[in-house]
């Protein structure tokens, strides 16, 4: 699934990519099973990740900063970025990870960030190494930013679904 959805960014134009990646992020925040209205979708159908792209707002958004996003990533690259994943599965695979994966093109530094212990249907650090792990053996560019550190996955000391920074 995951070398598809690269494939389907890599034929797109620079800003229609950086688009589709933001609109990747959101889609894939669907798959969250705490939502009862998203767990209801996807137990009555077979409901997936082109689905959840159509069930996206259409913009604006009701937080709109993508504008100002693609005008920033004409800019210097950011430093470092912190990633805190939550759903396992099409959101981590199909949405962080194509994410992911263009700010390390740029060469900013990227922590992916995952809870210590299950929390609904949240992957987990262990899981997201794996995980991680398996994408480096097809993503040349993960695969290289883990061997160099610009890449790394974290545990976030969580154990709940609410982030406590």
């Known amino acids: 699934m995951l070398k598809s959805r690269l494939d389907s960014l890599n034929i797109l134009d620079w800003e229609e990519k950086q688009i589709a990646v ?15 209205e998203v767990a209801k979708i996807m137990e009555t159908s077979d409901f997936g990740f082109t689905e959840a792209k159509t069930k996206l707002q259409g913009r604006p958004w009701l937080v709109d900063n993508l504008n100002e996003w693609l005008e920033r990533l004409k800019g210097a690259a ?3 970025a912190a990633i805190f994943v939550d759903n396992s599965g099409m959101d981590i695979v199909l949405g962080v990870l194509p994410f992911a994966l263009e700010l390390l093109k740029r060469k900013t530094k990227v922590l992916l ?43 976030s000391g969580q154990g709940s679904p609410c982030l406590d920074l």
């Open 78 to 80: 950011h430093k470092c």
């Open 113 to 155: 960030c995952a809870n210590s212990k299950p929390a609904l249907n949240d992957v987990t650090y262990q899981e997201l190494k794996v995980l991680v792990r398996k994408a480096s053996d097809f993503v040349t560019e993960i695969k290289d930013a883990l061997s160099s550190c610009q890449l790394k996955i974290l545990d």
């Open 22 to 36: 933001v609109e990747g992020l959101l889609a894939g925040n669907m798959f969250d099973w705490g939502a009862k």
